[in-house]
Every structure is written in structure tokens, then in C-alpha cells.
T-cell receptor, first 116, second 114 residues
Framework: DAEITQSPRHKITETGRQVTLACHQT?????MFWYRQDLGHGLRLIHY???????NKGEVSDGYSVSRSNTEDLPLTLESAASSQTSVYFC???????????????FGPGTRLTVL | QKEVEQNSGPLSVPEGAIASLNCTYS??????FFWYRQYSGKSPELIMS????GDKEDGRFTAQLNKASQYVSLLIRDSQPSDSATYLC??????????????FGKGTKLSVIP
């Protein structure tokens, strides 16, 4: 069955370290998204991609980067982790042509990141 | 910043009752609307989508959309304890870059009391 996976599921790191969170989907979806979820803020969009080599900034992109070298993967990198980046991170994917309606998004299981 | 607003709850209903969850949105350009269910510690799961004014029914769930009032709701009939979760409303809108994005509300926590 097609799925979307994230790794690691839990991560503890120190301030200033670079951290990469992996997201892999086997739906063959063009569109992939990274969100963070915090109490009192709900889900907020960090970065998104509508296809290979395409990346775009979302609402809360400062301190994060992504790259899309193939259809299946969209890794999220925290360049220099900060305590404010302690959160639960969700990856999602959806079908649809570049720039068209994102239609229904399917979410991965999430990564809980703690920055000490 | 155009918002999606939800009452945070908690909303408590007895088992077997109808749970009514409400959402308003501020972007008149929003075309599509989604309801996600999120159990504690889990990822959001899509349960309903609605694109046109009126009602859309799927089993015990009914989504209602009123674009003139910028209002979307979710009714859960015959509520079960397993429906206890946080329900996220989202709208789909065109971003400044011309592409489509989802904007989520903060969610309403529903508790169904046996």
C-alpha cells in the first residue's frame, strides 16, 4: 500500500546543531508539504514543493530549508536549531498538477523534535 | 493575514447526540474546504471535503458550506466515544505566488461522553 513515512519519529538535539527530518512518500504525488504544529497555533506551513526541483516558502520558513531531488522525498533541514523550533513536524503530500488545486492532503505520522 | 477560525472547545456531547463543529474563514477567494480529524498524538486524517454551497453527507458526517456567510460546519450524527478528537478545518486558497495552499484553523476538541 502507498504511504508516507517520516524519520526519525522522535529527535532530541542541542541548540545550534543542524538537523534533517526525512519525509518519504510512495503515492507518487507531485505535491509535498512540511508543517509544524504547536499548541495555540495549529498547523502552520513551513515549505512546500510542487515537483522535482521546485521549492517554496510557507508562512514560517525562517531557519528551515528543503530540497526536492526526486518525487518521493522532501527532507526538511533546520540549519541551526533553536529552542523555538521545538515542535511536532508533519509532512504531507497530495496529487495534482504543478500550481493547481492541492486537493486532499495525506499526512505522515509526524516527528517530535526537542531542541535543548 | 487571512484566517480560519474555530472555537477551541472543548465541546462535550453525550453519546448518540449530534455534534456540531463550526468554522469561519476570511478569504472570499477560498474555493475548497476540508475537515480533518486528529487523535491525540496522531497525525491529521481527512474525513470530509466540500467544494460547493450546500450539504455533503458521508455516513454519519455532514459538511455544510455557505460561501456567502463564509461559514463551513461539520455535523456528526450518533456521536460515539471514538469520535473524541480534535477536528481541524482548512480552506484552500491561492497564495501570493499564485499556487494553492491549505490554511488550517487551530482545531476544536470534541469529547463524546458515554
Amino acid at each position: 500500500d502507498a504511504e508516507i513515512t517520516q524519520s526519525p519519529r522522535h529527535k532530541i538535539t542541542e541548540t545550534g546543531r543542524q538537523v534533517t527530518l526525512a519525509c518519504h512518500q510512495t503515492w507518487n504525488h507531485n505535491n509535498m508539504f512540511w508543517y509544524r504544529q504547536d499548541l495555540g497555533h495549529g498547523l502552520r506551513l513551513i515549505h512546500y514543493s510542487y515537483g522535482v526541483q521546485d521549492t517554496n516558502k510557507g508562512e514560517v520558513s525562517d531557519g528551515y530549508s528543503v530540497s526536492r531531488s526526486n518525487t518521493e522525498d522532501l527532507p526538511l533541514t533546520l540549519e541551526s536549531a533553536a529552542s523555538s523550533q521545538t515542535s511536532v513536524y508533519f509532512c504531507a503530500s497530495s496529487d495534482g498538477l504543478f500550481g493547481s488545486a492541492t486537493s486532499e492532503q495525506f499526512f505522515g505520522p509526524g516527528t517530535r523534535l526537542t531542541v535543548l | 493575514q487571512k484566517e480560519v477560525e474555530q472555537n477551541s472547545g472543548p465541546l462535550s456531547v453525550p453519546e448518540g447526540a449530534i455534534a456540531s463543529l463550526n468554522c469561519t474563514y476570511s478569504d472570499r477567494g477560498s474555493q475548497s474546504f476540508f475537515w480533518y480529524r486528529q487523535y491525540s498524538g496522531k497525525s491529521p486524517e481527512l474525513i470530509m471535503s466540500i467544494y460547493s454551497n450546500g450539504d455533503k453527507e458521508d455516513g454519519r458526517f455532514t459538511a455544510q458550506l455557505n460561501k456567502a456567510s463564509q461559514y463551513v460546519s461539520l455535523l456528526i450524527r450518533d456521536s460515539q466515544p471514538s469520535d473524541s478528537a480534535t477536528y481541524l478545518c482548512a480552506d484552500e486558497r491561492v497564495s501570493g505566488a499564485g499556487s494553492y495552499q491549505l490554511t488550517f484553523g487551530k482545531g476544536t476538541k470534541l469529547s463524546v461522553i458515554p
